[in-house]
């Protein structure tokens, strides 16, 4: 079997990609409501009057909540794929996964948090 390499690679892999975004939206209620929040806080990260390394964090932890809702996702699609009935090691993936996910909103809560406090106290 012949492996794609050079550029044949990288735009197969960006399909595969363009593909695994577009069934998360399409099926991911979460994917959808985190992906609103980031449409929404985005710009506003851009115009806070924060500092630089601020405004960074504050739009990697929105990227980071995507990324791990993703990776969500995919962990759940696999064990519902394995089968439907009930396992113990089934539900620890998805707990586990769903955990991830949990993390990820409270890291994003704690660095908003951190950043608009500041401009909060000054109203």
Not at 103 to 117: D, K
Request: glycine fraction near 6%; charged fraction near 20%.
């Amino acid at each position: 079997m012949k492996k794609n390499i050079g550029v044949k690679r990288i735009l197969l892999a960006a399909t595969y990609s363009a593909l695994g975004l577009k069934a998360a939206f399409r099926h991911e209620a979460a994917f959808r409501q985190e992906l609103l929040l980031a449409a929404l806080l985005l710009p506003l990260a851009c115009w806070l009057n924060v500092d630089s390394v601020q405004r960074m964090l504050m739009i990697a932890v929105l990227f980071l909540v995507l990324i791990v809702e993703l990776l969500n996702s995919a962990i759940e699609a696999v064990v519902d794929r394995v089968g439907t009935e009930h396992h113990e090691l089934s539900g620890r993936a998805k707990d586990l996964g769903s955990a991830a996910v949990l993390v990820s909103l409270l890291l994003t809560l704690y660095i908003w948090g951190v950043g608009l406090w500041p401009l909060l106290e000054r109203l």
